[in-house]
T-cell receptor
Framework: DAGVTQSPTHLIKTRGQQVTLRCSPK?????VSWYQQALGQGPQFIFQ???????QRGNFPDRFSGHQFPNYSSELNVNALLLGDSALYLC??????????FGPGTRLTVL | AQSVTQPDIHITVSEGASLELRCNYS??????LFWYVQSPGQGLQLLLK??????LVQGIKGFEAEFKRSQSSFNLRKPSVHWSDAAEYFC????????????FGTGTRLKVLA
């Protein structure tokens, strides 16, 4: 049983560009959450998707948007990239009110 | 606002010594509580969790944690540390308001001396 997978592993972009990160949840999981982990910090909640809708959102600007597909996979889009968006982006999946399982992350570097 | 505090940024212990990592939370009710471990460049692996019931919970890799309501704490312990335990440890809480947004502490980096 594959766990949570994310692609790509690493990504380098320049300021002002747009980026899309992808996540496939653990088998049987229908809820996907995205987190941003800046260097030396704990992960910060971006938003959560369930039944293809954004269910809850953290304190992130509208430049951060997402999508969930019928197969429960998800995308995180970031527009107008800033240097401060450089971070490890983690996807987590869950099924109902229980534990979240995290993927290995995508390391985004903005130059 | 809800918050999680891990007061120790770095901890160094000798291999074989005991370990305690501290975690305090600020929340009106008892949240769901978690400890995760992150090796360099990796995602987060769940060590253990507390939802209710027995306040001493056992996890993987020989870790345990104790929930103390009066102190709003959920400290992680291990009786004998192995060199492979060197990593960053994160305490997290999930708000039981119907959705499960996690709030993480800033982490404690553990160094193990041979």
């Amino acid at each position: 049983d594959a766990g949570v997978t994310q692609s790509p592993t690493h990504l380098i972009k320049t300021r002002g560009q747009q980026v899309t990160l992808r996540c496939s949840p653990k088998s049987g999981h229908d809820t996907v959450s995205w987190y941003q982990q800046a260097l030396g910090q704990g992960p910060q909640f971006i938003f959560q998707y369930y039944e293809e809708e954004e269910r809850q959102r953290g304190n992130f600007p509208d430049r951060f948007s997402g999508h969930q597909f019928p197969n429960y996979s998800s995308e995180l889009n970031v527009n107008a990239l800033l240097l401060g968006d450089s971070a490890l982006y983690l996807c987590a999946s869950s099924s109902g009110p229980d534990t979240q399982y995290f993927g290995p992350g995508t390391r985004l570097t903005v130059l | 606002a809800q918050s999680v505090t891990q007061p120790d940024i770095h901890i160094t212990v000798s291999e074989g010594a005991s370990l305690e990592l501290r975690c305090n939370y600020s929340y009106g009710a008892t949240p769901y509580l978690f400890w995760y471990v992150q090796s360099p460049g990796q995602g987060l692996q769940l060590l253990l969790k507390y939802f209710s019931g027995d306040t001493l919970v056992q996890g993987i890799k020989g870790f345990e944690a104790e929930f103390k309501r009066s102190q709003s704490s959920f400290n992680l312990r291990k009786p004998s540390v192995h060199w492979s335990d060197a990593a960053e440890y994160f305490c997290a809480v999930a708000l039981t308001s119907g959705t499960y947004k996690y709030i993480f502490g800033t982490g404690t980096r553990l160094k193990v001396l041979a």
